[in-house]
T-cell receptor, first 113, second 115 residues
C-alpha cells in the first residue's frame, strides 16, 4: 500500500534560517504529491503540489521537487519567518488526486525570533 | 481557494449520545467528500470516502454503524457519531474534492469531546 515518511519534529529554527523537511514515499504507479500546512487552531491548507516527476511546486517561498528516482518530495524554504510556525504534512494521492490522501505523520516547525 | 465549512467547530457531549457533524463545500460542487480523524499530535487517518447519492466506503477498522455518513447533495456530507464514547474524542476533518483539477479542500475540523 501507499505510505509517506516524514522527518520527526519538532524542528526549531531561528528567523531567516534555511528550512528542509524531508519526505519520502512508497506508492504504486505515479502519485501526485502534496505539502499541507496546519496553523495552530486551524484546518489544513494546501501549500504546494506536484503531479509528475521533476515537477517543482512552489508557494509563499516554499519549494518542493518531485524526485521519482529517490521517491522524495522534500520541502525547503530559504528564509523562514516566525509566521511559518505550524505543522507541515506531506501527502500523496493516486491518479492525480482522484483518491483520498495518504498523509505523513506531520512535522512541527517552530521559528524563534 | 475553495471554501469548505464544518459545523460545529467543537462539541462536548455525554457518553451515549449521538453527534452530527456537517461538512459543506461553499463555492463548488464536490464529487467526493472524505472524512478523516486526527488524534493529538498525530497525522490524519482516513475514515471513509463519500460519493453523492451512494453509500460511503469505509476504511478497514472503521465501524460503519457507529460512524454514519450521509452525502445528500453535491455540497453537503454529514458524519454522525452514534452512541459516542470517550474513546471517540478526536478531531474530525472533512475534505471535498472538486473543481477543474479535482483538488481536495479541507474543512477547519470539528473537535469532539465525549465525557
Amino acid at each position: 500500500g501507499n505510505s509517506v515518511t516524514q522527518m520527526e519534529g519538532p524542528v526549531t529554527l531561528s528567523e531567516e534560517a534555511f528550512l528542509t523537511i524531508n519526505c519520502t514515499y512508497t506508492a504504486t504507479g505515479y502519485p501526485s504529491l502534496f505539502w499541507y500546512v496546519q496553523y495552530p487552531g486551524e484546518g489544513l491548507q494546501l501549500l504546494l503540489k506536484a503531479t509528475k516527476a521533476d515537477d517543482k511546486g512552489s508557494n509563499k517561498g516554499f519549494e518542493a521537487t518531485y524526485r521519482k528516482e529517490t521517491t522524495s518530495f522534500h520541502l525547503e524554504k530559504g528564509s523562514v519567518q516566525v509566521s511559518d510556525s505550524a505543522v507541515y504534512f506531506c501527502a500523496l494521492s493516486d491518479q492525480a488526486g482522484r483518491r483520498a490522501l495518504t498523509f505523513g505523520s506531520g512535522t512541527r516547525l517552530q521559528v524563534q525570533p | 481557494g475553495a471554501v469548505v465549512s464544518q459545523h460545529p467547530s467543537w462539541v462536548i457531549c455525554k457518553s451515549g449520545t449521538s453527534v452530527k457533524i456537517e461538512c459543506r463545500s461553499l463555492d463548488f460542487q464536490a464529487t467526493t467528500m472524505f472524512w478523516y480523524r486526527q488524534f493529538p499530535k498525530q497525522s490524519l487517518m482516513l475514515m471513509a470516502t463519500s460519493n453523492e447519492g451512494s453509500k460511503a466506503t469505509y476504511e478497514q477498522g472503521v465501524e460503519k454503524d457507529k460512524f454514519l455518513i450521509n452525502h445528500a447533495s453535491l455540497t453537503l456530507s454529514t458524519l454522525t457519531v452514534t452512541s459516542a464514547h470517550p474513546e471517540d474524542s478526536s478531531f474530525y476533518i472533512c475534505s471535498s474534492r472538486g473543481g477543474v483539477e479535482e483538488t481536495q479542500y479541507f474543512g477547519p475540523g470539528t473537535r469532539l469531546l465525549v465525557l
